[in-house]
């Protein structure tokens, strides 16, 4: 079935760094969510994108959506320890109503 | 506004026995999912309602697995016999509307392990 692959599967990083977060789809999407879940606990909804090419940011968040709709990225600016957790991508395809195909998610893990 | 219910938390079970988990969705939300998610792996849906009717039940294993939502609220998924892979938290999420565009609302899941 319909696929999305996430990269990397794990990342370290210390306190201050950067961190980014890649998702692929070999299928045009019809829009794509980011979520993220803190150890232990439930997927949390960050944003959505829906248009070719849109950049949204949240503080320290940025998000992209590929010009083709088929990526996706999440990039985190200076790293805090509350960042820490499993960031998903969830895609949409057109003609299959609100079903999500979520990633395997990037782990994310910030040392002080 | 109270968020998704789930129960019980944690279920610990027996290979071969049968386990039930409870979902109550944000009030009003029109549409509710189950997730299967296996440790170390992204959500999967198995069985998606929109009020009482069946959207989407594509990768739910029907021969052992069972979900309803009579009255188009609270749901119930059912797993008759367990199997040791059966072992992962099974997430409740609602939304408003049945579209692309709705954000999923989440519950705490249900852990379970299959001994």
């Known amino acids: 079935g319909q696929q999305v692959m996430q990269i990397p599967q794990y990342q370290h990083v210390q306190e201050g760094e950067d961190f980014t977060t890649y998702c692929n789809s070999s299928?045009?999407?019809?829009?794509i969510q980011w979520y993220k879940q803190r150890p232990g606990g439930h997927p949390v909804f960050l944003i959505q994108?829906?248009?070719?090419?849109e950049v949204k940011k949240q503080k320290r968040l940025t998000f992209q959506f590929g010009e083709a709709k088929k990526n996706s990225s999440l990039h985190i600016t200076a790293t805090q320890t509350t960042d820490v957790g499993t960031y998903f991508c969830?895609?949409?395809?057109?003609?299959?109503?609100?079903?999500?195909?979520f990633g395997q998610g990037t782990e994310l893990s910030v040392k002080p | 506004e109270a968020g998704v219910a789930q129960s019980p938390r944690y279920k610990i079970i027996e290979k071969r026995q049968s386990v039930a988990f409870w979902c109550n969705p944000i009030?009003?939300?029109?549409?509710l999912y189950w997730y299967q998610q296996i440790l170390g792996q992204g959500p999967k849906l198995l069985i998606q309602?929109?009020?009482?009717?069946?959207?989407?039940d594509s990768q739910l294993p029907k021969d052992r697995f069972s979900a309803e939502r009579l009255k188009g609220v609270d749901s119930t998924l059912k797993i008759q016999p367990a199997k040791l892979e059966d072992s992962a938290v099974y997430l409740c999420?609602?939304?408003?509307?049945?579209?692309?565009?709705?954000?999923?609302?989440f519950g705490p899941g249900t852990r379970l392990t299959v001994l």
């Open positions: 969830a895609a949409s395809l057109y003609n299959q109503g609100g079903k999500l195909i």
């Open positions: 309602f929109q009020n009482n009717g069946v959207v989407d």
């Open positions: 994108l829906v248009k070719s090419g």
């Open positions: 009030s009003g939300h029109a549409t």
């Open positions: 999420a609602s939304t408003l509307g049945s579209g692309r565009a709705d954000t999923q609302y």
């Open positions: 299928t045009t999407l019809s829009n």
